[in-house]
């Protein structure tokens, strides 16, 4: 089945700086990659998917890339905020077989003001 | 916005005791999960419903847990006999349609605690 790898697992940044969180996926089926924030104590919540048809796609300061070859994509949040100050997972999944998430360990992700 | 919503938000129930975990997911959704999460730890596929049956369910998913859709609304997982591992943050969540373009919703979660 589908792994999927999150490095690191913890990410300290400045506030204004970029980051960058990457995961890597066994599955080459895999063409359905979102990305969700977890803020302490609620619901994953769905910030930007990427379909393995396109490279890159970006929504404001965010943006994810896809590299099929090497199977890898990452997030890229720019001029990061305390309110950035979360959890993220990756997840990858198989379009037309079901929906089921393969979901990353997260990485918290640390915002200092 | 629409959302899925769990109840209760906390159970705290004895080892060995049954519980069920409610879930009404977004009404125009067709395809319903159950996910947990241990804490600190990824979120978990355990089970995919569609249909009045179940499309999917992972090595987690064994014979002490069901699910349900009784009536129109509502989505129910069951643990028959809880054990002290299942405590985690059961997270249901629907979508549209099946495949992977589909968005999934996740409600807030009930978080059980078997002692």
């Known amino acids: 089945g589908e792994n999927v790898e999150q490095h690191p697992s913890t990410l300290s940044v400045q506030e204004g700086d970029s980051a960058v969180i990457k995961c890597t996926y066994s599955?080459?089926?895999?063409?359905?990659f979102p990305w969700y924030k977890q803020e302490l104590g609620k619901r994953p919540q769905l910030i930007i998917d990427?379909?393995?048809?396109?490279g890159e796609k970006k929504d404001q300061r965010i943006a994810v890339t896809l590299n099929k070859t090497a199977k890898h994509f990452s997030l890229h949040i720019t001029e990061t905020q305390p309110e950035d100050s979360a959890v993220y997972f990756c997840?990858?999944?198989?379009?037309?077989?079901?929906?089921?998430?393969?979901f990353g360990k997260g990485i918290t992700l640390s915002v200092r003001p | 916005e629409p959302e899925v919503t769990q109840t209760p938000s906390h159970q705290v129930t004895q080892m060995g005791q049954e519980v069920i975990l409610r879930c009404v997911p977004i009404?125009?959704?067709?395809?319903f999960y159950w996910y947990r999460q241990i804490l600190g730890q990824k979120v978990e596929f355990l089970v995919s419903?569609?249909?009045?049956?179940?499309?999917?369910k992972s090595e987690i998913f064994d014979d002490q847990f069901s699910v349900e859709r009784p009536d129109g609304s509502n989505f129910t997982l069951k643990i028959r006999s809880t054990k002290l591992e299942d405590s985690a943050m059961y997270f249901c969540?629907?979508?549209?349609?099946?495949?992977?373009?589909?968005?999934?919703?996740f409600g807030n979660g009930t978080r059980l605690t078997v002692t």
């Open positions: 969540a629907s979508s549209v349609k099946t495949g992977g373009y589909s968005p999934l919703h």
């Open positions: 599955d080459s089926a895999s063409n359905y």
């Open positions: 990427i379909r393995s048809n396109v």
């Open positions: 997840a990858a999944s198989i379009y037309g077989a079901n929906s089921k998430l393969t």
């Open positions: 009404s125009n959704h067709l395809y």
């Open positions: 419903f569609y249909n009045n049956e179940i499309s999917e």
